[in-house]
């Protein structure tokens, strides 16, 4: 069969897999670097998740460069498998995060006062906006290999 | 090829598209009763994306009855693409605007007192709970017709 361009083991899907892992560590940096992250439910959870799929998002980055590097495409249906249930799960993890964190900074701002110091909810709003980033690669991969699993 | 349960056309896919129209109905219902939902962003999102999920819903439950009725799936790739794509976009919102909710609800619950009186917030969980149901359901739909286009 032809190759799926963005699917595993190419290097559209290195590039998708690098991309999550720079915003998804992006978003992890600034949201703990902000230091009161602890006091709100949905950015302990972004940080949670975030911790998640940098890891993830390595790892497979690793195996599409490998497979690049030596020109041979995963194409193994248990393999897939794993990939597109584990990312599936992971890009919705990865949208609930970031629109709870949106929303919890929408409300923030409009509280207004001391809730929300500047220099805390501008690195609160970098940080939602890197884990939406994160997410839309993230369902990109999912698809492309989805496709890939349901034509082999 | 053989019918793949859950896909448009099949009895399954009629329970489904029941099932979100119920569950959408009663969240839009449930926060549009507690009356100070236009004073945050994320229950307003709530209200217009069950607004949107609604009718396509209830449209496509009438096409899923029809076509069980007369016993003739539908096979037609452009209308497949139409309805893969709307419903995955509307799953998706339908996600975010949980989330978002379910974040705005626990963010109101923690600062206590005045901004969340105990009749109003029940209903926004209700609500934020049958939005999730919803989207399950929805999500469900797509990927059971992904599955159905991919292998046409």
Same mark, same amino acid.
């Given at each position: 069969m032809d190759e799926l361009p963005g =699917? @595993? &083991?190419t290097s559209a899907s290195f590039s998708l897999r690098l991309g999550q892992t720079i915003f998804s560590s992006a978003s992890l940096l600034f949201m703990s670097m902000g @230091?009161?992250?602890? =006091?709100y439910t949905a950015f302990c959870y972004l940080v949670t998740i975030m911790g998640l799929v940098i890891p993830w998002s390595f790892t497979l980055a690793l195996v599409d460069g490998y497979s690049v590097l030596v020109r041979r495409p995963i194409r193994q249906q248990g393999v897939l498998i794993i990939i597109v249930v584990g990312d599936w799960v992971l890009s919705i993890l990865t949208l609930a995060a970031a629109c709870s964190s949106a929303s919890v900074i929408d409300v923030l701002l409009h509280s &207004? &006062? =001391?809730?929300?110091p500047p220099k805390f909810c501008s690195r609160y709003q970098v940080s939602a906006a890197m884990a939406f980033l994160a997410w839309f690669l993230s369902s990109a991969t999912s698809l492309f290999n989805f496709w890939l699993l349901s034509s082999l």
């Open positions: =699917s @595993v &083991g @230091v009161e992250f602890y =006091s &207004g &006062g =001391s809730n929300c």
